[in-house]
């Protein structure tokens, strides 16, 4: 029979067994149990926090990224100020991750319409949480020079007028070969925000009672490998904002292919008051046959409340390659050529002459190049002003095309465009010595158009 003391020795001796098998005490071996929980040891666990708790503090925003307003093609550059440790930064654009936008500052690529209204965020994250900034809206804004575009051509605007004439000038008109005439073009939305926008310009209308309602010759150009024409009225044309600048797409007359284009600046806004011949001398200078001859215009005549025009400046966007007729007059895609069944080579190997340059061209005298599958050869040198009788420095083209070769006039990418000429010297022996040549468009409201309109005297 085992006495009681034994019986409680062995339930002791048990106990100690099992709360050693559960990791309780952590002492020597033999030490006492004590009433107390011992603390851990390294590398025993402690009590494991709950799955997905953060740890540590989450991270706080000291300064919210800021709205930006700028031009079209121009960066916006956003920041975010933030503390806490082991930050990570990632940008979001309408809500959207950025690709490799992972830092405080985000700088966006060139702004198009298409980013007109978007919305940037940053979520700044680290072990503790995250947070989330505001949000900042990138907005597009007008240049000067826009703003003065579309002053006159957007809707409500009655439109943006051009004026083309063919006139004496002194002595009566010529009827059927003399004429004044004005078209317009006008935008229903702002390319600013919505993108390139094309519209046509309007038919003509005649500025005068008694001759006859002509317009120019259609202009043709070499694009895409094919002779082009572009009407020179009621044409179609595309508008674009480039930076601060206007780019202006002149559409063949398929409406679809883009014969040539311009990027239009330095964009001025003048006010016309009082009579037509206290108009400024570069409006004058610029409408010099309707000014010159006393015939046609009363210029006494005052000019109505709101008249003004735009004064502006253009440069050629891409190289551009105008084509003439070299042997008699053609309309249409058909022009004459120069030599029938040859080729560059052997056409200015033997050298071709040019009536309207006065010279003659040689294979040297320039370089051969393909453009849009059509070998063009391209003199180094200008031709003569006097031959172009125009501010638009030009160079001699020959091409070969359908077996055939043309020849026409390049005008390089990047030439300023001129913009007409006047008679500065009326003494001068030749056409070219009589000539001043200017270097920017003018361009009318309708108050200024219809001031002209009613004091036309023919």
Not at 153 to 163: R, Y
Not at 333 to 344: E, I, K, N
């Amino acid at each position: 029979m085992v006495s009681t003391r034994h019986q409680n020795a062995a339930i002791l001796a048990a106990v100690a067994v099992l709360v050693a098998a559960c990791g309780g005490g952590g002492g020597e071996a033999g030490a006492p149990l004590t009433g107390t929980n011992n603390p851990p040891t390294a590398g025993t666990p402690s009590t494991p926090t709950t799955p997905g708790t953060p740890t540590g503090t989450a991270p706080t925003l000291q300064t919210q990224p800021a709205n930006a307003t700028v031009l079209t093609d121009a960066t916006a550059s956003f920041a975010v100020t933030a503390s806490g440790s082991d930050l990570v930064y990632q940008w979001k654009r309408n809500g959207a991750d950025i690709a490799g936008a992972t830092s405080s500052t985000y700088t966006t690529p060139p702004a198009t319409y298409a980013n007109h209204g978007d919305r940037y965020t940053v979520v700044v994250s680290n072990k503790g949480g995250r947070v989330t900034s505001n949000a900042a809206q990138l907005t597009l804004k007008l240049s000067a020079n826009q703003q003065a575009f579309e002053s006159t051509i957007l809707s409500p605007q009655p439109g943006n007028f051009n004026l083309l004439w063919s006139l004496l000038l002194s002595g009566p008109q010529v009827k059927g070969s003399s004429f004044v005439i004005s078209d317009f073009g006008q935008l229903a939305l702002s390319p600013l925000t919505n993108g390139p926008q094309t519209y046509r310009q309007s038919d003509p209308i005649s500025l005068t009672a008694t001759l006859t309602l002509l317009t120019p010759p259609a202009t043709r150009v070499l694009k895409d490998g094919a002779v082009r024409v572009v009407p020179s009225t009621g044409g179609t044309l595309r508008a674009s904002y480039v930076g601060s600048d206007v780019r202006m797409d002149t559409l063949a007359s398929d409406n679809t292919t883009v014969a040539y284009s311009t990027i239009r600046s330095e964009y001025q806004a003048v006010a016309l008051t009082g009579t037509l011949d206290n108009a400024p001398d570069e409006f004058k200078h610029f409408y010099n046959a309707v000014f010159a001859n006393p015939g046609v215009l009363d210029s006494t005549a005052a000019f109505a409340a709101g008249a003004g025009y735009l004064k502006y400046t253009q440069k050629a966007a891409g190289d551009r390659y105008d084509v003439f007729d070299c042997r008699g007059a053609t309309a249409g895609p058909a022009v004459s050529s120069c030599v029938d069944g040859s080729t560059l080579t052997a056409v200015l190997s033997a050298g071709f002459s040019s009536g309207s340059d006065g010279r003659t061209y040689h294979l040297a005298d320039g370089e051969i190049r393909t453009v849009g599958g059509v070998p063009i050869w391209v003199a180094s040198s200008p031709r003569p002003q006097s031959s172009t009788l125009s501010a638009t420095v030009q160079y001699r083209i020959y091409f070969e095309l359908g077996g055939n070769v043309y020849t026409g006039s390049m005008i390089k990418d990047g030439t300023p465009l001129g913009g007409g000429s006047w008679v500065s010297n009326p003494a001068g022996a030749t056409l070219f010595d009589r000539l001043t040549f200017l270097t920017y468009q003018i361009r009318l409201n309708q108050a200024a158009r219809d001031s002209l309109k009613a004091a036309v005297k023919i």
